[in-house]
């Protein structure tokens, strides 16, 4: 209901796309789900976590619902690429804020002096590493080292995605490596919280929608979960297969 309220053309948004979501009855067919056996292996993956997806899949596929696995050789490149890419984006569209136009805004004589304690005030340190990482990437004799390499990885990426999703109806990744850890525990290795994304980031660059369903409880008493993503604008055959799965972890032990 949500998805039909906020889909379609919006008079008060010029970057929407202008296409209503056409009403069917997807929960009636039966959909074939992808998976890349690469991302359940992947060494960053929690062992507990990688053990009772594994698990899951099997329990799907037992349960006579048609998942397969398939080939994918991308993973390691898609953080690098989606950091290249959104530091660049944080650094063009974060300019605006220099506490001239609107927002908060530190007074000073000097116009110069106004934005630097503005932008140094208001800005945190993710937010500034951002716009120092995308503006070093932008910059003349670094763009077409970094900028653009990316940008063919996304539509590498993205040619791929296509042809997986002529053979699949979805496809099901992990969600993060490990559980939600807590605040500030990864906040002096930059790093390692950017590593966290390597399952996230893929339908950011795609330009695909997902969910993510909380199904399992880890060991250690956090939850965590499949994500789904199906292929662009078919949000209805999202919603249809997550629903199926939250329904059959019900007998899954």
Not at 7 to 17: H, M, R
Not at 127 to 134: C, D, E, P, Q, S
Not at 210 to 223: A, C, T, Y
């Amino acid at each position: 209901m949500v998805l039909e309220v906020i889909s379609g053309p919006d008079e008060y948004d010029s970057t929407v796309i202008n296409s209503d979501l056409i009403p069917n009855n997807p929960s009636e067919r039966e959909y074939k789900i992808g998976y890349f056996p690469v991302t359940f292996k992947h060494p960053s993956l929690d062992a507990e976590i990688a053990t009772k997806q594994a698990d899951f899949i099997s329990h799907l596929q037992n349960s006579g619902m048609q998942v397969v696995s398939l080939d994918f050789n991308l993973l390691e490149y898609i953080v690098p690429a989606y950091y290249i890419l959104t530091t660049a984006e944080a650094s063009s569209n974060l300019s605006r804020y220099d506490g001239l136009k609107y927002g908060a805004s530190c007074q000073e004589k000097e116009l110069e002096e106004q934005v630097k304690h503005t932008r140094s005030t208001y800005f945190g340190k993710e937010v500034k590493r951002r716009i120092m990482l995308g503006t070093f990437v932008l910059s003349e004799g670094y763009y077409d080292a970094y900028v653009a390499q990316a940008q063919k990885v996304r539509k590498i990426l993205c040619d791929q995605v296509a042809e997986v999703f002529n053979q699949v109806d979805t496809l099901i990744f992990p969600v993060s490596p490990g559980t939600a850890f807590k605040i500030g525990d990864k906040s002096n290795d930059p790093v390692e919280m950017f590593l966290a994304d390597i399952y996230t980031v893929f339908a950011n660059l795609a330009g695909i929608p997902g969910i993510s369903i909380p199904l399992f409880k880890h060991s250690n008493g956090m939850p965590f979960g499949l994500q789904v993503m199906a292929s662009h604008l078919n949000e209805l055959t999202l919603l249809s297969v997550a629903e199926k799965l939250v329904e059959t972890n019900k007998s899954f032990q």
